[in-house]
């Protein structure tokens, strides 16, 4: 692949990316405005990780974004408040606790979602079924090569 090749493509994906993006910031600013959600753009985001990390402890959670265990524990109380998380015990371990997104937090977080399935609608009646076939396949394989999010990554 020749450099401009490549910068053809990140910038191609950037510009995907950046759609997605605006869709989702125009829904989430809607609804703050339209008081349908309660949620701040901070709380929004520390969801989006709880529910991203897959029902976390508040040390993972805390270790992930880097802040301190009470930082977290704060956070987590407001949104157990406002009705967007719970804390479960561990399957495992009882004594642990895990956090888990409620439906409320799931209504909100699909927002942006729905408008990733209309446009891969739209890439279905645009595109045959081998393409599709290898724009998944391609999407999956970098999904599975992205380098880890973690703090030790950062």
Known sequence: MTGSDEAALGKAMSDLFMRFKLHYYCQILRNVENRSTTLSTD???????VYS???PTIGEVA??????????AYKVNRLVEKGYITKEKGPNDKRETRLKVTERFMNYYNMGNRYIYDVAGQMEERFSPEEIEQFVHMLNVTTRELPDETPAGS
């Open 53 to 55: 990390l897959g029902m």
């Open 63 to 72: 270790s992930f974004v880097q802040i301190s265990p009470q930082n977290a």
């Open 43 to 49: 709380e929004s985001y520390f969801a989006e990780v």
